[in-house]
């Protein structure tokens, strides 16, 4: 079972300014899961482009199956048995199943006509080796994230792939998804699959693989058995520091309320939802994706709109604010996604901090630059973000990185509530505690805090009071000793259950 | 090295083939390189210019405007026949007014009512098309007392030696380039043509952002329309005819991309003065006038496939 399928040997890759991977080697054997960490910008998804065609290393050499071989592009990798499981799905929506499994690559007879039956008893056949449930003319755009993984991974069935990659493969998972998810692995490893894991979440990498490689500023730190390793040895070899304390918790020191929401709702998305934050408090909202958390914020923030309830904002209702009202009430949202919603990536740090507060970086509509550049040196040095100046386009930063001019640009403006929407999600081990540690700092200040996660420890590490979201729906609410990580999961599931016996 | 020369010739190509071009022009022919004629091309992209700056606006959010050509048209029309009513300040107020309208409309439908602005744009161009005709009812407009109107400044004045409407067009320029360098508004549209979403989480009103863009578009066109109308001392139905993507090719030429959050004016600037010099050297060169016509379609092409190439080639380098 020991055999090597593929074997990367000095692989070097330069982008203008950067070495994203210096002299890297590697090695995947037959029937294991071998897990690829590292911290953002490590170089993880370069070397998982180059083994899948999507980039051209510009030196070293890759061994598939004993043989020296040169990877031209995704379709090729796939016809050869090395299948790349995108973070972000890779899939027409448009499209069946069986059509999506054999993208690019349909069977067609030789007047270019699709076989039609031959696809689909290919596709039908792949995805019940997988038991995944549904059939290969369902249209893939109707599917659940879940199962729109689960037609990428019947490729591997399809192409008889000999290595699988997959990239932050659990990201928008529920955990019932990931149990199902991680079977598949397993079953795809029996079957003597070479799988590559690449994830941010330990306690995955620890439960799931086999071997794991740490990579550093595009090198390799080393490769350990899993089973022979920790935590503490992995987070070191990635950071190269221990972090001691994962979760800071301010002090309970609360003042007045800053907002109340009154059975705010929304049709088809959230209904009847009250809660209340305070100065000083750090109020988490747990749910899984689609409970309706980041709906919720999004509405009290004003970038969706309401059918029902009402709004306090320090003891005063308000009408539904617009962002630009909210903004400038003392609101700050940190959106879920950072790419799509918290940043414009061709802009550098400088104009994106000004963004959401032209007004106060402007003298009569005139922008004041500096102005703009002292609060992007304030706020470069305080959160210790690596960039190389004010314009240099965030597109080109790491993910943690990128996440801190989020933050910055909300911060600097001395807002009175801080809404972060998964805050943590797919950055790195050490920007993920200067994270935790803001959190604490700023409710120290007494500014009022909503952390959304889906990571249990995070939430409940970081939070005073924590309620947990289901279907659209506040359905529990703890403090003090019952926060815990099993009160959560009953609330959590007792609820869905009760939706299911409805 | 192969790398680098790549990447340069990215950057710097269009202007390396244009330097080219210049210089085999120069050579071949006795007049082209003469202040006489330089100032002769910039006279002529004035008109194409000034369009393109309020244009720059519209293509940096990220959209289209294609209505610019019949607009102008129109607008040449209204105020020729206005100056033989009321007088040419009225008929100039009534210009300008009128290609605000036409902008204001274009960016209701666009920025709120969220319609595609290609659609929208070239309606637009067909309406305004007809517009001219019901207007017009056929027939060309000629300005009555062109010898002695004090109208003709704005096409044919000089100030210092140099045309008044590359004065106008400079200026513009200058002020457009101002506007959208270092006031809230230029930042703003930056800001929904880099991303619109995340512009909008960030307490920017996208729907007013994008509805003076094309507000700047008509009023940009007015001027233009005024600059001909005094030049021409007249309006036929088509003067304005292609227009639109003559302007459109000097705004992607200069290297603003057509997805929006990159560009400038300047880049506008050079980009309609290349076109410009491109077409004066081919009439030098003994080419028919509407060569310019295919000379076009390669310019619009090769612009935008460096402009998209620049970001394909990440995903494939």
Known sequence: MSDMVLEVRGITKTFPGVKALDNVSFDIRAGEVHALVGENGAGKSTLMKVLAGLHRADGGEIIYQGQPTEVSGPLDARKKGILLIHQELSLAPELSAAENIYLGAWPTNRFGVLKKRELRRNAKSALEALNCGFGPDVRVGTLSVAMQQMVEIARAEAFSANVVIFDEPTASLTDNEKTQ???TIRGLKERGVGIVYISHKMDEIFDITDRITVLRDGQVQGTVETAESDLNQITRMMIGRTLDAYFVKAEANFGEEVLRVDGLGKQGLFKDVSFTVREGEVLGLYGLVGAGRSEVVETVFGVRKADSGRLFWKGGEIKLPS????????????????KEQGLVLMMGGRENTSLPHLSLFSDVSVMNRTKELAVFEKYRSALSIKTTGPDQALSQLSGGNQQKFVLAKWLCADPKLIILDEPTRGIDVGSKSAIHELIADLAHQGLAVIVISSEMPEVLGVSHRVLAMSEGAVVAEFEGDAMTEENLIDAVSHHRKGIAAE | MNFDLNAMLRRH??????????????????????????????????????????????????????SVGSMLTLLTVIVVDQHNISGPFPAIVMTLIAGLAIGAFNGLLIGFVRLNALIVTLAMLSFLQGLVLFYSGGSNVNVQNA?????????????????????????????????????????????????ETASIFSGIDARWTVFWTYVISGFTTAIAAVIMGSR????????????????LAGVILGGTSML??????????????????????LLLLGFPYYVQWLVTWAVIIIAVWIDLGAKRGRIFA
């Open chain 1, 181 to 183: 998810l991680f079977h």
């Open chain 1, 323 to 338: 962002p630009r009202e909210s903004i400038d009430m003392g609101m700050a949202l940190v959106p879920e996604s950072r």
């Open chain 2, 13 to 66: 190509g269009l202007v390396l083939a244009f330097l080219v071009f210049l210089v085999g022009v120069a050579l071949n022919t006795d007049a082209f390189l003469t202040p006489g004629n330089i100032l002769d091309v910039l006279r002529q992209v004035s008109i194409t210019g000034m369009m393109a700056l309020g244009v720059t606006f519209v293509v940096l959010t990220g959209r289209l405007d294609l």
């Open chain 2, 147 to 195: 010898q002695s109107t004090w109208f003709a400044v704005f096409g044919r004045g000089n100030f210092l030696g140099i045309p008044v409407p590359v004065i106008l067009f400079l200026l513009g320029a200058v002020v457009a380039g101002l506007v959208l360098q270092f006031t809230t508004f230029g930042r703003r549209v930056y800001g929904v043509g880099g991303n």
């Open chain 2, 232 to 247: 021409v001392m007249g309006a036929q139905n088509t003067i304005g005819q292609g227009y639109e993507l003559t302007v």
């Open chain 2, 260 to 281: 929006g959050g990159s560009g400038s004016i300047w880049r506008t600037v050079i980009g309609i003065s290349m076109l410009g010099f491109i077409q004066n050297g």
